[in-house]
Nanobody
């Protein structure tokens, strides 16, 4: 397995939208966790949305509920994050991560494989 690869970051004005994509290599197991996390300068890494590959609704951070939607295309091994009504406080490096340890649950931060991150900047 290789590291996930994110794309789709950029700069937008407040109220704008962006869609992030994350391509992960095919897993040996049929069930796995994928998630979006973000880290702003001087801040700790924050979980944004996590999802299990075999169904169920994503878990979202309270700060993004109603504005961000995570979705998983299993056929393409691709995780998306549709971000709308972006705010300056959403500015951060967004990371995609994967983990095969579904038995631990997916709503956590200790994922085993991380992408390099993609910058999202929201100006006021």
């Amino acid at each position: 397995q290789v590291q996930p690869v994110e794309s789709g970051g950029g700069s937008v004005q407040a109220g704008g939208s962006l869609r992030l994509s994350c391509v992960a290599s095919r897993f040996t197991y049929s069930r796995y966790c994928m998630g979006w996390f973000r880290q702003a300068p001087g801040e700790e890494r924050e979980g944004v949305a996590t999802i299990r590959s075999d169904g169920g609704t994503p878990d979202y951070a309270d700060s993004v509920k109603g504005r961000f939607v995570a979705s998983l295309d299993n056929a393409k091994n691709t995780l998306y994050l549709q971000m709308t009504n972006l705010k300056p406080e959403d500015t951060a490096v967004y990371y995609c991560a994967t983990d095969s340890r579904v038995y631990l649950g997916c709503h956590r931060h200790d994922y085993t494989r991380w992408g390099q991150g993609t910058q999202v900047t929201v100006s006021s």
